[in-house]
DNA sequence: GTATGCGATCTTGTATGCAATATTGCTTAC
DNA sequence: GTAAGCAATATTGCATACAAGATCGCATAC
């Protein structure tokens, strides 16, 4: 039900780029800190990341920028660190989540094509059809149903930024578990945001994404152990 | 009523770096992409910009990566260039901005408090005062009022977020001229999202901010001439 | 006039050098 | 034992060097 925080997908940002060193380097750093192989706050020292990648300090250098611009690192007095997230900036990231993938499924119920919708259906079909115990496959169709979502948008800019506003969740504790209540009531909420768009009702569809992704932070809030109230009702 | 677009602030997300060369050069190209004086699709030649800035290619090479992340240059076979945005990626950050400004516009009639309330009026009342060939103020209060309901919101990644929704108009040819209805329906939205956060009252704030948002952004395809579909009523 | 080769030039990607400054750790005074 | 001072070290910001590859222009062939 939570894949799509989970989700390894290549950033289209430089699609056309040629691949060097710079590029390797930025991917796999980014690519560790988003999966919280380097922790939270520890600092990130040129010369060890050169010798460790074989490279120059130059790339590293450069690479450090793109993270920088990406919030994944912060400058400190002397160098770069990896970006720790308060649990109020992940609840932050949480609301503005809701706002972009909430307005993605309202316009998907306006301009879906019927092949999309077909898509959709089928994603979710095959995601009924799991047993429970298949986790993988569960991740699997959670992030297929979602991302069709955000392509039958029609929007590619909302899509990138609804991507780029899940990175920042994976620094913290991360369930990939959720109760069995919890996976029912997420295949529920699937069921809502289908039907809506199926019908043509982008209100209804908006409204039932917002309800399905504040309840996947429920369980976030509820592992974590924060008191941190989700996003309110809006809409 | 469209000052917002224009706004210059620094983004805070290097708050705490030192000044260099390389964040002096980042910021005046930044600028100057943001603000058309550098043509879209122009190339970048780090020696060229090397010499203009009086320094290395070093730190132009770390700015160019910045920029890169920040979308505003894009990868050519050979180098970068100044990023252009169709008519269509111009309708996709409307989207994206009216959804992220409605949702705040939602969140602050939820969390503003009784000051931040006051404030708003207060600023909605100078706006109102203003003669009609004020315009300097006019794009001043404009902007203060937008700028203070996302300071309500109290989400400070959503704030962010929309502000970077924002640098991507900039390419586009703008007019900073609204007819004298287009002003009044201005004024006639900002006084129905005021209501809306004054009464507490989340759904009528988002609904009027998006409402508010599709105009100004009408006025745009007016003015570009382009026939564009703006974004489709949703909630 | 147009196309083709080919060398010169331009531009980038990466490595390295160097000076400035932050940090560390040791020594010494108390 | 703790604090202060100071030298050694670590690390960065920037400049420069150089090789690889793209691009351009010109000469030549047709």
Known sequence: MYAILLTKRPTPMYAFEPPTRLTSVFE??????????????????????????????????????????????????RGWAVREFSTEEIRENAEVRLALEGYAAGLAAIRASAAQIAELKAIHERRLALHSSNEKMRVKT????????????????????????????????????????????GNADHELILSAISQRNADAAERAMRAHIKRTFAVFWRLTGKDVAGPPDVA
Chains 1, 2 share one sequence.
């Open 142 to 185: 959670n992030r297929e149903f979602h991302d069709a979502i955000m392509v039958a948008s029609g929007n590619g800019r909302l899509t990138n930024a609804i991507y780029h506003s899940g990175q920042f969740y994976f620094n913290a504790p991360i369930a990939r578990a959720a109760t069995g209540d919890e996976l029912a009531l």
């Open 28 to 77: 796999t750093l980014r690519r560790e800190i988003v999966a919280g192989e380097l922790r939270p706050n520890s600092p990130l020292i040129e010369l060890d990341l050169a010798e460790r990648f074989e490279v120059s300090r130059t790339p590293v250098r450069e690479s450090l920028q793109r993270l920088a611009a990406a919030g994944l690192v912060v400058p400190r007095k």
